[in-house]
Nanobody, 128 residues
Framework: QLQLVESGGGLVQPGGSLRLACAAS????????VGWFRQAPGKEREGVSS????????VYADSVKGRFTISRDNAKNTVYLQMNSLKPEDTANYYC?????????????????????WGQGTQVTVSS
């Protein structure tokens, strides 16, 4: 059974850092592009970042460029999202999602509708 589990969320002060992890089970993640998404109360789910199968290609939303870094360790079947210089507007429930692709050049993408499998989410709260 294909499963994604997020971890690493929590409460952090503005300017702080968190590292989220997305662990896959029931399948080998190296055949999938992976995206991170977030959803704040009353808002639509938005794409944050995505990463290609080998990690060579990445995509970032303008709102997180220069602050967030996506990476993956296929040997551990895990994708990470390092979040630095966090702002109150980064507060949301963060989800990872995976999409099976054949090309190693596919960068993923930030449209939630393109992804097939989703985790349950981890809450990130940025507040003083």
């Amino acid at each position: 059974q294909l499963q994604l589990v997020e971890s690493g969320g929590g409460l952090v002060q503005p300017g702080g850092s968190l590292r989220l992890a997305c662990a896959a089970s029931g399948f080998t993640l190296d055949s999938y592009v992976v995206g991170w998404f977030r959803q704040a109360p009353g808002k639509e789910r938005e794409g944050v970042s995505s990463i290609s199968r080998t990690g060579l290609f990445t995509v970032y939303a303008d709102s997180v460029k220069g602050r967030f870094t996506i990476s993956r360790d296929n040997a551990k079947n895990t994708v990470y999202l390092q979040m630095n210089s966090l702002k109150p507007e980064d507060t949301a429930n963060y989800y990872c999602a995976a999409k099976l692709v054949t090309s190693i050049f596919h960068p993923g993408g930030l449209a939630p509708s393109e992804y097939d499998s989703w985790g349950q989410g981890t809450q990130v709260t940025v507040s003083s």
